[in-house]
């Protein structure tokens, strides 16, 4: 994907390999040397030209004047003295923040990533909407989180899920380049079995994604079993409703075969109730999914919250009716790691 920065050179991080061949050809070089550039940014993930060693020096100041490679400045980081998580708040060229997380599983290293600078979908209990929507990210802001991270904290990130802050198939282009360049062999050639993408539930996009086919896990936002509840908390349900969202779940299933895990975000007196329990495997029942339960993050600015012992009743519920559910682990308790918190913090 072509875009510019603020001087008018290209974002060359966020090129296809096929574009950036293209774009080199042009300045009358070989193509083998699109490869070599591609290499040095997605793979050795170098922050200049100067440190591509193996190209000559005139090629590198040409590469300078026309390409900009985009870097995130680590404003801020915070290390989990309970379980290794550690976050990040980066500062963007433009002054803007963002959030992302690395976590440490039995199975390996997990990043979590953000998709927009803020959020326009104005969850209530989420902290990363409260200031609003002020752009999206583009692929190589997304790729650039990880690569930072991974450079800085010496860890091999192994997965990558799409949960920090923002909508991301509310920025669906950005992201599905970022996915491809993710999933490049020649790149990090991450194999998207090991992406998860969590929507609040954009139904014509999760539509347009099943025809990709791509691998990936799909999480679904669900947080209530009905209209009603979910339309308190989620205004997206206003514009996509959960009948809506449920058949486009199954259609997603049929196409890709790949099972759905829902959130449910439990909140005490909203939506833990066993008839919740009940109305849930109503409308789950049948289906080849999972549902993640995860107690409330308290944010200061609402009142909502929850418990381990709510979200371990709510599961028992749920599995006395056929339900296959967890609940989710917590991690970086003490580091106040869910997404948003860390940005609203800094940014008032
Ligand atoms: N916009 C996407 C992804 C970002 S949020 C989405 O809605 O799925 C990642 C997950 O964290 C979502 O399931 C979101 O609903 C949940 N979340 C946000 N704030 C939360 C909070 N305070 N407590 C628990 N989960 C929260």
New binding site residues.
Partial sequence: MISYDSSGKIDILSLLPEELEQLILEMGEKKFRAKQIFSWLHIKCVESFDKMTDLSAQLRAELEKKFCIKSLFICKRLESTVDNTLKYLYELPDGNHIETVVMDYNHGTTI?VS?QVG?K?G?R????TIAGYKRDLLPSEILGQIYTAQRDSGRKIGGVV?????????NYDNVICFLTLLSSPQGMNMSLRHVSL????IVPKIRQLSQLDLGLTL???L?APDNASRSAI?PINEKYDVQELIAACKDYFKKTGRRISF?Y?LIDGHNDSREDAEKLAKLLGGFVCHVNI??????KE?N?TSDRKSAQRFRGYLEQLGINATVRRTLGADIDA???QLRREYEI
């Fill in positions: 979590c998709t959020c979908m969850c209990f989420c902290a990363s799409l949960m920090g802050i923002g909508e991301p198939l509310d969590s929507t609040c539930g999480s679904i936002s947080h989620m959130e975000a995860i107690p409330v993050n308290k944010i609402r909502y869910a997404c948003g």
